[in-house]
């Protein structure tokens, strides 16, 4: 039988609001610890980007020559295979097997200046793309599928660019991408040296499916639907 003179113990206010304040702090720090990951992968990213635009030059002005699309790799280096001299990695005219070759060498022929260490075996079966091989694995960020996080180093046409570029598949939000170009750039998808575009038409990421000129910017979907060109 229940004692009607035993006093019942319960939290006080003080003792709720102390409760709630560290399960406050608890929250905040999950999302502050995510939010310094999500960071740490966008720099991770950026920086190898970087290491790219570097190399690439210090490439052309000791060999004269793309990587990639060099005429006379083979007599610098065994194993690999030259390009066609037109001065556009990965873009001929008419379309060969130099257009998906060229992307493969390019990484190749970098890898054997030692100038870039990622890809280093260049043309496998049928000039496919295997990521890490012949065609480096974004560091850090995670595209749509394990397909899309690469990075090609290509003759980029989309947007406009019409130069030697890096060029991304759907790896990013509008919203991450947006804030790239901002921080980076000019923030306008469609100028600058960098360029955003999103060739799905799935009105997820930038409206205009590459075509030239900005376009506008499509938040809210969470979609991971932007493709980035970097300009070198």
Not at 37 to 52: C, M, N, P, S
Not at 81 to 98: E, M, W, Y
Not at 208 to 219: D, R
């Amino acid at each position: 039988m229940r004692n009607p003179n035993k006093k019942i113990s319960g939290f006080t206010l003080i003792e709720m609001s102390i409760v709630l304040v560290v399960i406050g702090l608890i929250i905040g720090g999950v999302l502050s610890g995510r939010a310094l990951i999500d960071t740490a992968r966008k720099q991770a990213f950026l920086a190898q980007i970087e290491g790219y635009r570097v190399a690439v030059p210090a490439f052309e002005m000791k060999y004269d020559a793309l990587p990639g699309d060099m005429t006379n790799a083979t007599s610098y280096w065994s194993g690999t295979v030259d390009g066609d001299g037109d001065l556009k990695i990965g873009r001929s005219t008419p379309l060969t097997v130099f257009y998906r070759r060229e992307k493969l060498l390019a990484w190749q022929h970098l890898a054997l200046a030692e100038m870039v260490f990622d890809a280093p075996e260049g043309v496998i079966s049928g000039n496919s793309v295997y990521v890490g091989r012949n065609t480096p694995e974004i560091k850090g960020i995670k595209g749509y599928d394990p397909a899309n996080s690469i990075i090609e180093l290509v003759y980029a046409s989309r947007k406009a660019m019409n130069r030697t570029s890096l060029e991304t598949r759907h790896i990013m939000t509008s919203e991450d991408a947006w804030a790239i170009d901002k921080k980076l750039d000019d923030g306008a998808n469609g100028s600058g040296n960098i360029r955003v575009y999103d060739d799905w038409g799935s009105n997820t990421c930038t409206t205009g499916n590459g075509n030239p000129g900005n376009a506008t910017w499509l938040f809210g979907s969470g979609r991971k639907s932007c493709r980035l060109i970097f300009g070198i």
